[in-house]
């Protein structure tokens, strides 16, 4: 019986949005660590990831499953890919590929729980972590001649993280690495602030083991990666000893030349800072994702954040401790928290990111994407959510503000492309550290563009609570592609040098 497995992932990769910019990691992370796992069990392995290969189309993925003709075909499933994903599975089926198809992941897993009649297309359907539960249920399916349908939960199960393999990084195309170092969300008292995943795990934050880290470092160093995004929800734990040994990690990968990008807290940030760490990061970590999502109390309530201006004050210094030590803060921005947003949050949210200099049209027109399986969705009720593109489209209980959202997406397709230039820029200069001239030319171009978006913001955002035509979108318009022909050119400049 042939022991073929096909580990397939659709999505986007690099540059298709404002802020997917070539640094950031663009791999399907669970499938490279699936595939050693599973070879070393003794399956034969193809991997399919599109979000890594920009010219991995649908028709050359097709053509791929049957050459290699899989027992099973593996889907890692996001909110935005599940019609492409069933389509694809009909598809394979009127082409004759005879297997079975399985699907895990996030997206999955909590759709799977609140709609298992939708997932009627597979076999096999796992429920949280897969790592202990993987191997036997493929087994199991592989010598099955006909196999009745299987959901696998493990929510309530908590993994060994030295369950994931030392991978060689070897295999896939992306220029940026990925390294996990722990496994786990923190518990619901001490959560990581943007994770949505506490029944992941129940005992919280974990870490791998140190030799497994280590070997994946040099790993990563030998397969040619100069740039890493280290995937842990909360890189730096929640105590002096996580944060130590996060910092030990950080310097075995400045020792093999890496360049990092990593997720963590705004306290973490704070504590990494007093210790003195963060200057000894410089020219090692040039990003650091802090989740702070929304500058308004009340948002970030409605986002079941933890509110109250002492957070924000936390948030505001993590920021600002970050740019004085040359690492970039990547936020993960959501401007308008849901149904109830409401003018007064939208003009908090919009001048806490002013005031760091931080303010662009993405994070200022971003709203909370409720995924369907989520506690968060429920709060939605019978609420229409429509998809464009992998926003999530709805209405606010405020019809002005509904309204003002749609204005704000209008501007899009002429503002995307500055916030990517922007984003793009500062990995440059955050990166390569260029000359003094280039950086000076960088932030006139950064403030100008905050200044810009804010003050248009704010006039918008009056117009529209007010009831009155805005007024001045040709002069945003004009302003907005002066400053995007400058960044070009200093982008341009910038790639020429140290592309």
Not at 81 to 103: H, M, N, P, W
Not at 362 to 383: C, D, H, I, M, W
Request: with cysteine; charged share 25%; glycine share 8%.
């Amino acid at each position: 019986m042939k022991k073929r497995i096909a580990l397939v992932s659709f999505g986007v990769g690099t540059g298709e949005f404002s802020q997917f910019g070539e640094f950031l990691l663009s791999a399907t992370v669970a499938l490279y660590y699936l595939k050693e796992a599973l070879e070393r069990a003794g399956f034969e392995i193809l991997i399919l990831d599109q979000p890594a290969s920009k010219d991995l189309v649908e028709a050359k993925m097709l053509g791929q499953l049957l050459d290699f003709n899989p027992r099973v075909v593996l889907f890692s499933q996001f909110f935005s890919t599940r019609i492409q994903v069933r389509d694809f599975i009909t598809k394979l089926k009127e082409a004759g590929v005879s297997c079975y198809f399985g699907v895990g992941g996030h997206d999955a897993t909590f759709h799977s729980l609140v709609s298992p009649a939708s997932y009627e297309m597979f076999d096999l359907v796992f429920q949280g972590p897969v790592m202990k539960s993987i191997i036997p249920s493929l087994e199991k399916l592989i010598i099955a001649k006909h196999a009745p349908q299987v959901f696998v939960n493990s929510l309530g199960e908590t993994e060994n993280p030295d369950l994931l393999p030392a991978i060689s990084h070897s295999d896939y195309s992306s220029k940026v690495g990925f390294l996990k170092t722990s496994e786990g969300c923190l518990r619901e008292n001490c959560g990581c602030g943007f994770c949505t995943t506490p029944q992941f795990c129940p005992t919280g934050w974990r870490p791998r083991s140190l030799a497994l880290v280590t070997e994946e470092i040099k790993n990563l160093k030998s397969s040619g990666k100069k740039f890493v995004f280290i995937t842990d929800d909360n890189f730096l734990g929640f105590s002096q000893k996580h944060l130590f040994r996060g910092h030990e990690i950080i310097m075995a990968c400045r020792t093999a030349g890496l360049k990092l990008m990593i997720m963590t807290r705004p306290e973490r940030v704070l504590a990494a800072y007093k210790k003195g760490f963060l200057a000894l990061w410089q020219n090692t970590v040039f990003r650091v994702f802090i989740g702070v999502e929304n500058g308004s109390p009340s948002g970030l309530q409605k986002l079941g954040k933890v509110a109250g201006r002492e957070y924000l004050k936390i948030s505001g210094e993590a920021i600002q401790r970050l740019k004085e030590n040359k690492i970039a803060p990547f936020l993960g921005y959501i401007n308008f928290p849901g149904v109830e947003t409401v003018f007064q949050e939208l003009e908090e949210s919009a001048k806490f990111l002013h005031d760091l200099g931080e303010s662009d049209m993405t994070a200022l027109s971003q709203n909370l994407r409720p995924y369907e399986g989520t506690k968060v969705f429920e709060k939605f009720g019978a609420l229409h959510v429509s998809a464009k593109g992998s926003e999530l489209i709805y209405d606010f209980l405020d019809q002005r503000v509904t309204k003002f959202h749609r204005f704000l997406f209008s501007l899009r397709p002429v503002t995307d492309e500055m916030d990517n230039l922007v984003f793009s820029l500062t990995d440059y200069v955050y990166i390569f550290r260029p000359n003094t001239a280039l950086v000076a030319s960088f932030l006139l171009i950064k403030q100008a563009w905050s200044d810009l978006t804010y003050n248009f913001f704010i006039k918008a955002l009056q117009s529209f609570r007010d009831r009155r035509e805005v007024v001045g979108c040709e002069e945003f318009y004009a302003t907005t592609e002066s400053l995007a022909f400058q960044s070009r050119v200093l982008l341009s400049e910038m790639k020429e040098r140290f592309g």
